[in-house]
């Protein structure tokens, strides 16, 4: 049966094997390529059509009659390389899950969709919010994570996007209007690029 799924991660084996994590519809499962090294469809960030040969023994299954489902902005190195920071974003936060919703390979699909022709960046931080929101740890810029103070008119964010006051952080700050604006419709439309960096800048330090 024919998988779809992203590549995450790889690593190399003994000679020029590799180790392959790869996000399914359904699953996280690393996978066994011989050669994997030869072959150029196989990169992070690439969504590839697989088989999975299942060996049925200790040894991780192996990965057969490979092809790549291209999107346009590969070519673009500035575009890949923000997909790799987005991408690789998911490894830590889905760290030993085995078995995932369809809800995380939907996410990426679309993103990769949007990725040509918007801002990587808008692409990246919408979908992230929707991430948080699927997930429950969506926190409103209502209280600092800190002090545990009401925040007022601007606020700053840690990881995850926890709020909190830009003085108990010491890092820039972001309107709370517009940010909870954001929050609360995972639209970017109304934020500046420099306010579109500032968020993307956190998110890739860990969802």
Partial sequence: ??????????KRAKNEDMIALILSRDEIKSYYRFYGARHSILQVGYLLDYENEDTHSSFMPRLRNLSHIGFPWLKDKNRLLLWHNFIRSFIPHLRDTHEIENFYFELLLEAAKRWEKQNPKRVACENYIKLLKFEGRLNLPERCYICEGKIQEDVALMQAFKPAHPECIY?????????????????????????????????????
């Fill in 1 to 10: 049966m024919h998988i779809k799924g992203f590549v995450l991660e790889l």
């Fill in 171 to 207: 890092t820039p700050s972001i309107n709370k209007k517009k940010l909870l604006g954001f929050f609360e419709s995972s639209s970017s439309l109304y934020l500046e690029d420099n306010e579109i960096a500032y968020l993307f800048d956190i998110l890739t330090k860990g969802f």
